[in-house]
Protein backbone atom coordinates (compact mmCIF):
# COMPACT_ATOMS: atom_id res chain seq x y z
CA UNK A 1 0.00 0.00 0.00
CA UNK A 2 1.28 3.70 -0.78
CA UNK A 3 1.91 4.43 3.24
CA UNK A 4 2.83 1.08 4.35
CA UNK A 5 6.60 1.26 4.89
CA UNK A 6 9.07 -1.86 3.88
CA UNK A 7 9.63 -4.93 6.03
CA UNK A 8 12.58 -4.30 7.68
CA UNK A 9 10.52 -0.98 8.81
CA UNK A 10 7.71 -3.02 9.95
CA UNK A 11 9.41 -5.85 11.90
CA UNK A 12 11.52 -2.83 13.72
CA UNK A 13 8.03 -1.23 14.85
CA UNK A 14 6.48 -4.93 15.45
CA UNK A 15 9.89 -5.73 17.66
CA UNK A 16 9.45 -1.76 19.16
CA UNK A 17 5.50 -2.80 20.44
CA UNK A 18 6.65 -6.09 21.67
CA UNK A 19 9.21 -4.58 23.76
CA UNK A 20 6.46 -1.52 24.51
CA UNK A 21 4.26 -4.09 26.13
CA UNK A 22 1.43 -3.29 23.50
CA UNK A 23 -0.90 -5.75 23.28
CA UNK A 24 -3.76 -3.72 20.57
CA UNK A 25 -3.43 -0.73 18.48
CA UNK A 26 -6.14 2.17 17.97
CA UNK A 27 -6.28 2.09 13.39
CA UNK A 28 -6.99 5.68 13.20
CA UNK A 29 -8.21 8.26 10.59
CA UNK A 30 -9.92 11.34 10.54
CA UNK A 31 -13.05 12.49 8.50
CA UNK A 32 -13.31 16.07 7.45
CA UNK A 33 -14.44 16.83 10.25
CA UNK A 34 -11.34 15.60 11.81
CA UNK A 35 -13.22 13.68 14.87
CA UNK A 36 -11.21 9.95 15.06
CA UNK A 37 -12.21 6.85 14.39
CA UNK A 38 -10.66 3.78 14.89
CA UNK A 39 -10.64 0.20 14.93
CA UNK A 40 -9.38 -1.67 17.74
CA UNK A 41 -6.99 -3.90 16.49
CA UNK A 42 -4.94 -7.24 18.67
CA UNK A 43 -1.30 -7.37 18.40
CA UNK A 44 -1.74 -10.85 16.98
CA UNK A 45 -3.22 -9.60 13.94
CA UNK A 46 -0.30 -6.48 13.15
CA UNK A 47 0.98 -8.62 9.83
CA UNK A 48 -2.83 -8.18 8.85
CA UNK A 49 -2.92 -4.55 9.97
CA UNK A 50 0.21 -3.37 8.18
CA UNK A 51 -0.15 -5.85 4.96
CA UNK A 52 -3.95 -5.20 4.66
CA UNK A 53 -5.13 -2.48 6.86
CA UNK A 54 -8.11 -2.29 8.97
CA UNK A 55 -12.09 -1.65 7.27
CA UNK A 56 -14.55 0.21 7.74
CA UNK A 57 -18.10 1.53 6.26
CA UNK A 58 -16.85 5.17 5.75
CA UNK A 59 -20.30 6.65 5.14
CA UNK A 60 -21.11 5.52 9.39
CA UNK A 61 -17.94 7.61 10.31
CA UNK A 62 -18.81 11.04 9.27
CA UNK A 63 -18.31 13.29 6.02
CA UNK A 64 -15.43 11.28 3.85
CA UNK A 65 -16.83 10.66 0.54
CA UNK A 66 -18.87 7.57 1.50
CA UNK A 67 -22.56 6.85 0.65
CA UNK A 68 -24.29 3.45 2.46
CA UNK A 69 -23.69 1.70 -1.07
CA UNK A 70 -19.89 2.39 -1.13
CA UNK A 71 -17.31 -0.21 -0.96
CA UNK A 72 -14.88 -0.60 2.12
CA UNK A 73 -12.44 1.64 3.03
CA UNK A 74 -9.10 0.51 4.30
CA UNK A 75 -7.07 2.41 7.11
CA UNK A 76 -3.54 1.71 6.15
CA UNK A 77 -1.35 2.52 9.13
CA UNK A 78 1.69 4.88 8.50
CA UNK A 79 3.83 2.77 10.80
CA UNK A 80 6.24 6.32 11.59
CA UNK A 81 3.24 7.52 13.63
CA UNK A 82 3.54 4.81 16.33
CA UNK A 83 1.97 6.76 19.40
CA UNK A 84 1.52 4.49 22.77
CA UNK A 85 -1.46 5.75 24.34
CA UNK A 86 0.63 6.88 27.94
CA UNK A 87 -2.70 6.71 30.20
CA UNK A 88 -3.72 3.00 29.01
CA UNK A 89 -0.82 0.75 29.26
CA UNK A 90 -0.78 -1.92 26.16
CA UNK A 91 -2.75 0.38 23.57
CA UNK A 92 -0.76 1.93 20.88
CA UNK A 93 -2.13 4.24 17.80
CA UNK A 94 -1.33 4.29 14.05
CA UNK A 95 -2.18 7.45 11.81
CA UNK A 96 -3.67 5.80 8.73
CA UNK A 97 -4.47 7.11 5.31
CA UNK A 98 -7.63 6.19 3.13
CA UNK A 99 -7.12 3.31 0.37
CA UNK A 100 -10.65 1.93 -1.22
CA UNK A 101 -9.99 -1.08 -4.04
CA UNK A 102 -6.31 -0.91 -3.33
CA UNK A 103 -6.00 2.72 -4.30
CA UNK A 104 -5.21 5.88 -2.15
CA UNK A 105 -8.56 7.75 -1.38
CA UNK A 106 -8.59 11.36 -2.27
CA UNK A 107 -11.46 12.43 0.43
CA UNK A 108 -9.07 11.02 3.13
CA UNK A 109 -7.91 14.30 4.83
CA UNK A 110 -4.07 13.30 5.35
CA UNK A 111 -3.69 12.02 2.09
CA UNK A 112 -5.15 15.17 0.59
CA UNK A 113 -1.83 16.90 2.65
CA UNK A 114 0.44 14.35 2.12
CA UNK A 115 -0.20 15.10 -1.52
CA UNK A 116 0.48 19.28 -0.83
CA UNK A 117 3.75 18.33 1.06
CA UNK A 118 5.23 16.00 -1.49
CA UNK A 119 4.50 19.20 -4.28
CA UNK A 120 6.29 21.43 -1.59
CA UNK A 121 9.43 18.84 -1.34
CA UNK A 122 9.49 18.83 -5.56
CA UNK A 123 9.98 23.02 -5.08
CA UNK A 124 12.73 21.63 -2.48
CA UNK A 125 10.68 22.84 0.83
CA UNK A 126 10.15 20.86 3.97
CA UNK A 127 7.21 22.28 5.43
CA UNK A 128 7.66 22.59 9.90
CA UNK A 129 4.15 23.75 11.83
CA UNK A 130 3.82 24.32 15.28
CA UNK A 131 0.24 24.32 17.11
CA UNK A 132 -1.22 25.92 20.34
CA UNK A 133 -4.35 23.86 21.13
CA UNK A 134 -5.83 25.85 23.84
CA UNK A 135 -8.99 23.73 25.81
CA UNK A 136 -11.77 24.50 28.20
CA UNK A 137 -11.85 22.18 31.72
CA UNK A 138 -15.66 21.75 31.82
CA UNK A 139 -18.62 19.51 33.91
CA UNK A 140 -21.25 18.57 32.76
CA UNK A 141 -24.68 19.60 35.27
CA UNK A 142 -27.81 18.16 36.00
CA UNK A 143 -29.73 19.57 33.80
CA UNK A 144 -27.39 18.87 30.91
CA UNK A 145 -25.64 22.51 30.27
CA UNK A 146 -22.35 22.93 31.48
CA UNK A 147 -20.17 24.95 33.69
CA UNK A 148 -16.37 25.38 34.79
CA UNK A 149 -14.61 22.28 36.12
CA UNK A 150 -13.13 24.76 38.68
CA UNK A 151 -15.99 26.80 40.31
CA UNK A 152 -12.87 29.12 42.19
CA UNK A 153 -11.93 30.44 38.45
CA UNK A 154 -13.57 33.49 38.71
CA UNK A 155 -10.76 35.91 37.63
CA UNK A 156 -11.52 38.56 35.53
CA UNK A 157 -8.29 38.29 33.92
CA UNK A 158 -7.15 34.85 34.65
CA UNK A 159 -4.83 34.51 32.16
CA UNK A 160 -1.66 32.55 33.61
CA UNK A 161 -3.62 32.59 37.13
CA UNK A 162 -0.82 30.46 39.46
CA UNK A 163 -3.69 29.67 41.67
CA UNK A 164 -5.75 28.22 38.63
CA UNK A 165 -2.97 26.18 37.74
CA UNK A 166 -2.25 24.74 41.07
CA UNK A 167 -5.93 23.48 41.61
CA UNK A 168 -5.23 21.76 37.97
CA UNK A 169 -1.98 20.59 39.05
CA UNK A 170 -3.43 17.17 38.57
CA UNK A 171 -4.33 16.91 35.17
CA UNK A 172 -1.82 19.63 33.55
CA UNK A 173 1.08 17.91 35.21
CA UNK A 174 0.06 14.29 33.80
CA UNK A 175 -0.80 15.89 30.43
CA UNK A 176 2.65 17.40 30.55
CA UNK A 177 4.19 14.14 32.03
CA UNK A 178 2.61 12.24 28.59
CA UNK A 179 3.07 14.78 26.35
CA UNK A 180 7.27 13.74 27.35
CA UNK A 181 6.64 10.11 27.22
CA UNK A 182 5.59 10.43 23.24
CA UNK A 183 8.65 12.01 23.06
CA UNK A 184 6.85 15.62 21.43
CA UNK A 185 9.24 17.91 23.81
CA UNK A 186 6.58 19.38 26.40
CA UNK A 187 8.36 22.89 27.63
CA UNK A 188 5.13 24.87 28.39
CA UNK A 189 1.72 24.47 30.32
CA UNK A 190 -0.52 27.47 31.47
CA UNK A 191 -3.79 28.79 32.39
CA UNK A 192 -5.21 31.02 28.92
CA UNK A 193 -7.11 33.79 28.73
CA UNK A 194 -10.40 32.27 29.92
CA UNK A 195 -11.46 31.07 32.89
CA UNK A 196 -11.71 27.58 32.85
CA UNK A 197 -8.87 27.70 29.73
CA UNK A 198 -5.51 25.92 29.20
CA UNK A 199 -3.24 25.38 27.13
CA UNK A 200 -0.25 22.68 26.88
CA UNK A 201 2.92 23.53 24.44
CA UNK A 202 5.32 20.97 22.79
CA UNK A 203 7.49 21.48 20.09
CA UNK A 204 6.71 22.15 16.09
CA UNK A 205 8.06 19.53 13.40
CA UNK A 206 7.35 18.53 9.99
CA UNK A 207 3.79 19.48 9.24
CA UNK A 208 2.24 15.87 8.68
CA UNK A 209 3.30 14.68 12.28
CA UNK A 210 2.10 17.85 13.81
CA UNK A 211 -1.18 17.26 12.33
CA UNK A 212 -1.02 13.76 13.46
CA UNK A 213 0.11 14.96 16.72
CA UNK A 214 -2.78 17.24 17.37
CA UNK A 215 -5.36 14.62 16.38
CA UNK A 216 -3.64 12.84 19.30
CA UNK A 217 -3.49 15.74 21.73
CA UNK A 218 -6.81 16.54 21.11
CA UNK A 219 -8.19 12.79 22.00
CA UNK A 220 -6.19 12.43 24.71
CA UNK A 221 -6.86 15.69 27.09
CA UNK A 222 -10.34 14.47 26.18
CA UNK A 223 -9.62 11.21 27.34
CA UNK A 224 -7.85 12.06 30.44
CA UNK A 225 -11.04 14.41 30.84
CA UNK A 226 -13.76 11.47 31.01
CA UNK A 227 -11.33 9.59 33.45
CA UNK A 228 -11.88 12.48 36.06
CA UNK A 229 -15.57 13.17 35.15
CA UNK A 230 -14.86 15.92 33.59
CA UNK A 231 -15.68 17.29 29.94
CA UNK A 232 -12.74 18.84 27.65
CA UNK A 233 -13.53 21.01 24.58
CA UNK A 234 -11.49 22.77 21.49
CA UNK A 235 -14.69 23.55 20.53
CA UNK A 236 -13.79 27.80 19.03
CA UNK A 237 -16.59 29.93 21.45
CA UNK A 238 -17.91 27.67 24.05
CA UNK A 239 -19.16 30.65 25.84
CA UNK A 240 -19.82 33.90 24.84
CA UNK A 241 -18.80 35.74 27.45
CA UNK A 242 -14.98 34.12 27.35
CA UNK A 243 -11.96 34.18 25.58
CA UNK A 244 -12.76 31.72 22.68
CA UNK A 245 -10.26 28.24 21.65
CA UNK A 246 -7.17 28.68 19.51
CA UNK A 247 -5.05 26.51 17.47
CA UNK A 248 -2.67 28.99 16.36
CA UNK A 249 -0.47 27.89 13.25
CA UNK A 250 3.81 28.29 14.05
CA UNK A 251 4.94 28.43 10.38
CA UNK A 252 8.34 27.72 8.58
CA UNK A 253 9.77 26.73 5.20
CA UNK A 254 12.86 24.36 5.42
CA UNK A 255 15.26 23.14 2.87
CA UNK A 256 14.37 19.36 1.43
CA UNK A 257 16.36 17.77 3.76
CA UNK A 258 14.62 19.70 6.78
CA UNK A 259 17.48 20.81 8.20
CA UNK A 260 18.06 24.59 7.43
CA UNK A 261 15.33 27.02 7.80
CA UNK A 262 14.65 28.98 4.83
CA UNK A 263 12.71 31.72 6.77
CA UNK A 264 14.98 32.71 9.30
CA UNK A 265 17.16 35.74 8.41
CA UNK A 266 18.71 38.09 11.63
CA UNK A 267 19.74 40.93 8.83
CA UNK A 268 16.32 41.80 8.15
CA UNK A 269 15.88 45.13 7.63
CA UNK A 270 12.35 45.57 8.33
CA UNK A 271 12.76 43.68 11.82
CA UNK A 272 10.87 40.59 11.21
CA UNK A 273 13.91 38.31 10.87
CA UNK A 274 12.15 36.59 7.80
CA UNK A 275 14.08 36.31 4.49
CA UNK A 276 12.64 37.37 1.18
CA UNK A 277 11.41 33.81 0.80
CA UNK A 278 9.58 34.10 4.12
CA UNK A 279 8.01 37.48 2.97
CA UNK A 280 6.77 36.04 -0.33
CA UNK A 281 5.09 33.34 1.76
CA UNK A 282 3.06 36.23 3.86
CA UNK A 283 2.00 37.54 0.78
CA UNK A 284 0.44 34.05 -0.68
CA UNK A 285 -1.60 34.41 2.97
CA UNK A 286 -2.81 37.68 2.55
CA UNK A 287 -3.74 37.05 -0.62
CA UNK A 288 -5.72 33.99 0.09
CA UNK A 289 -7.14 34.11 3.52
CA UNK A 290 -10.51 34.97 3.17
CA UNK A 291 -10.74 31.57 1.12
CA UNK A 292 -8.44 29.20 3.60
CA UNK A 293 -10.43 30.44 6.60
CA UNK A 294 -12.88 28.15 6.17
CA UNK A 295 -10.86 25.51 6.43
CA UNK A 296 -8.88 27.17 9.29
CA UNK A 297 -11.93 28.13 10.70
CA UNK A 298 -14.51 26.17 9.99
CA UNK A 299 -17.36 25.86 12.42
CA UNK A 300 -20.48 28.01 12.38
CA UNK A 301 -19.31 28.80 15.73
CA UNK A 302 -15.77 29.19 14.50
CA UNK A 303 -16.88 32.74 13.63
CA UNK A 304 -18.09 33.70 16.98
CA UNK A 305 -14.28 33.38 17.90
CA UNK A 306 -13.37 35.92 15.25
CA UNK A 307 -14.83 39.09 16.58
CA UNK A 308 -13.41 42.51 15.19
CA UNK A 309 -14.08 43.92 18.75
CA UNK A 310 -12.04 43.66 21.95
CA UNK A 311 -14.69 44.39 24.94
CA UNK A 312 -16.68 41.21 24.42
CA UNK A 313 -14.72 38.78 26.83
CA UNK A 314 -14.45 39.88 30.69
CA UNK A 315 -10.57 39.76 30.13
CA UNK A 316 -10.93 42.42 27.44
CA UNK A 317 -8.93 41.18 24.42
CA UNK A 318 -10.75 38.21 22.20
CA UNK A 319 -6.95 37.47 20.90
CA UNK A 320 -8.13 36.77 17.79
CA UNK A 321 -8.28 39.30 14.80
CA UNK A 322 -10.11 39.05 11.75
CA UNK A 323 -7.87 41.77 10.23
CA UNK A 324 -5.73 40.75 7.16
CA UNK A 325 -2.34 42.44 8.08
CA UNK A 326 1.10 41.06 9.03
CA UNK A 327 3.24 42.82 12.37
CA UNK A 328 5.82 42.10 14.50
CA UNK A 329 5.30 40.44 18.23
CA UNK A 330 2.03 42.13 17.80
CA UNK A 331 -1.01 39.83 19.06
CA UNK A 332 -3.63 42.14 17.60
CA UNK A 333 -2.18 41.32 13.96
CA UNK A 334 -3.94 38.15 11.64
CA UNK A 335 -0.36 37.04 11.19
CA UNK A 336 2.33 37.89 13.71
CA UNK A 337 6.04 37.32 13.06
CA UNK A 338 8.06 37.31 16.42
CA UNK A 339 11.06 36.40 14.48
CA UNK A 340 11.96 33.90 11.95
CA UNK A 341 8.51 32.42 11.35
CA UNK A 342 5.07 33.20 10.74
CA UNK A 343 1.89 32.47 13.47
CA UNK A 344 -1.12 32.37 12.01
CA UNK A 345 -3.42 33.29 15.22
CA UNK A 346 -6.85 32.71 13.37
CA UNK A 347 -6.34 29.08 13.32
CA UNK A 348 -9.19 27.49 15.91
CA UNK A 349 -8.88 24.65 18.06
CA UNK A 350 -11.89 22.74 15.94
CA UNK A 351 -9.99 23.05 12.81
CA UNK A 352 -9.11 19.83 10.63
CA UNK A 353 -5.08 20.11 11.05
CA UNK A 354 -4.91 18.29 7.97
CA UNK A 355 -7.18 20.23 5.56
CA UNK A 356 -6.30 23.68 7.22
CA UNK A 357 -2.35 23.28 6.80
CA UNK A 358 -2.62 22.13 3.34
CA UNK A 359 -4.91 25.00 2.35
CA UNK A 360 -1.94 27.35 4.24
CA UNK A 361 0.71 25.76 2.55
CA UNK A 362 -0.63 26.03 -0.99
CA UNK A 363 -1.24 29.86 -0.69
CA UNK A 364 2.34 30.23 0.90
CA UNK A 365 3.60 28.53 -2.33
CA UNK A 366 1.34 30.71 -4.25
CA UNK A 367 3.21 34.15 -2.98
CA UNK A 368 6.68 32.21 -3.66
CA UNK A 369 5.96 31.23 -7.19
CA UNK A 370 4.29 34.52 -7.95
CA UNK A 371 6.58 36.86 -5.63
CA UNK A 372 3.52 38.34 -3.85
CA UNK A 373 4.41 41.39 -2.04
CA UNK A 374 2.70 41.41 1.60
CA UNK A 375 2.51 44.70 1.77
CA UNK A 376 3.49 47.18 4.78
CA UNK A 377 4.20 45.84 8.44
CA UNK A 378 1.44 47.21 10.70
CA UNK A 379 2.58 47.87 14.10
CA UNK A 380 -1.05 49.34 15.29
CA UNK A 381 -3.03 48.27 17.94
CA UNK A 382 -5.76 47.41 15.80
CA UNK A 383 -8.42 46.87 18.23
CA UNK A 384 -8.37 50.69 18.96
CA UNK A 385 -9.24 51.68 14.94
CA UNK A 386 -12.65 52.30 14.02
CA UNK A 387 -14.14 51.53 11.05
CA UNK A 388 -13.93 54.33 9.21
CA UNK A 389 -10.32 54.25 10.27
CA UNK A 390 -9.88 50.74 8.97
CA UNK A 391 -11.28 51.52 5.56
CA UNK A 392 -9.06 54.74 5.30
CA UNK A 393 -5.79 52.49 5.90
CA UNK A 394 -7.49 49.95 3.30
CA UNK A 395 -7.40 47.20 6.05
CA UNK A 396 -9.60 44.18 4.78
CA UNK A 397 -11.23 42.13 6.62
CA UNK A 398 -11.46 38.55 7.34
CA UNK A 399 -15.41 36.81 6.31
CA UNK A 400 -17.68 37.35 9.17
CA UNK A 401 -18.94 33.85 8.87
CA UNK A 402 -19.03 30.54 7.52
CA UNK A 403 -21.22 30.82 4.67
CA UNK A 404 -19.29 33.78 3.33
CA UNK A 405 -16.24 32.30 3.90
CA UNK A 406 -16.83 28.95 1.56
CA UNK A 407 -18.01 31.78 -0.74
CA UNK A 408 -14.67 33.15 -0.86
CA UNK A 409 -13.31 29.39 -0.68
CA UNK A 410 -15.26 28.44 -3.98
CA UNK A 411 -13.69 31.15 -6.02
CA UNK A 412 -9.83 30.69 -5.35
CA UNK A 413 -8.19 28.44 -7.58
CA UNK A 414 -5.37 28.12 -5.90
CA UNK A 415 -6.67 26.23 -3.22
CA UNK A 416 -9.46 24.39 -5.30
CA UNK A 417 -6.18 22.68 -7.31
CA UNK A 418 -4.24 21.75 -3.84
CA UNK A 419 -7.35 20.08 -2.53
CA UNK A 420 -7.17 18.08 -5.39
CA UNK A 421 -10.13 16.28 -7.24
CA UNK A 422 -11.93 13.16 -6.38
CA UNK A 423 -12.40 11.80 -10.00
CA UNK A 424 -16.55 12.83 -9.67
CA UNK A 425 -15.64 16.21 -7.89
CA UNK A 426 -12.97 18.96 -6.61
CA UNK A 427 -12.75 17.83 -3.07
CA UNK A 428 -13.47 21.91 -2.30
CA UNK A 429 -17.01 21.42 -3.85
CA UNK A 430 -17.50 18.66 -1.23
CA UNK A 431 -16.46 20.55 1.66
CA UNK A 432 -18.55 23.51 0.78
CA UNK A 433 -21.36 21.69 0.44
CA UNK A 434 -20.85 19.76 4.00
CA UNK A 435 -20.23 23.50 5.33
CA UNK A 436 -23.15 25.31 3.82
CA UNK A 437 -25.57 22.51 4.78
CA UNK A 438 -24.04 23.13 8.07
CA UNK A 439 -24.60 26.71 7.61
CA UNK A 440 -28.15 26.15 6.89
CA UNK A 441 -29.19 23.97 9.71
CA UNK A 442 -28.09 26.62 11.75
CA UNK A 443 -29.48 29.56 10.41
CA UNK A 444 -32.89 27.82 10.79
CA UNK A 445 -32.44 27.48 14.18
CA UNK A 446 -34.95 30.07 16.55
CA UNK A 447 -32.61 31.34 19.13
CA UNK A 448 -33.75 32.14 22.91
CA UNK A 449 -32.13 35.60 22.04
CA UNK A 450 -34.70 35.69 18.73
CA UNK A 451 -37.54 35.06 20.85
CA UNK A 452 -36.70 37.72 23.61
CA UNK A 453 -36.14 40.27 21.42
CA UNK A 454 -38.96 39.89 18.94
CA UNK A 455 -41.92 38.30 20.52
CA UNK A 456 -43.71 40.93 21.71
CA UNK A 457 -41.85 43.64 20.45
CA UNK A 458 -44.25 44.29 17.16
Known amino acids: MATTMARPAAEAIKRRAEEDGIEFFFAQFVDMNA ?29 IGQTPASPDMMAIPDLRSYTKVPFKPGLARFACDITVEGQEFPYCPRTILRRQLARAKELGFTFKIGMELEFFL ?7 GIELADPLDRL ?52 LETADRAIFFRYMVHAMAQERGLLATFMAKPFGHLTGNGGHFHMSLWDES ?22 HFLGGLKKHAKAYIALSAPTVNSYKRLTTTAGTPMSGATWAPIFITHGRNNRTQMLRCPGGHIED ?22 G ?59 YVDYFIKTKQDEWQAYHEQVTPWEVKNYLTLF
Open 35 to 63: KPSAKLVPMSNFDGLVSEGAGFAGFAAGP
Open 368 to 426: IEHHIDPGPTNDDNLYTLNERELKRRKIDLLPANLLDATRHLEKDKVIRKALGNTGTED
Open 156 to 207: DQPCYDMKGLTRQYEFLSQLSKNVNELGWGSYANDHEDANGQFESNFEFADA
Open 258 to 279: GDRDLFDDPSDPNGLGLSTLGY
Open 345 to 366: RTVDGSCNPYLAAAAILAAGLD
Open 138 to 144: LREKEDG
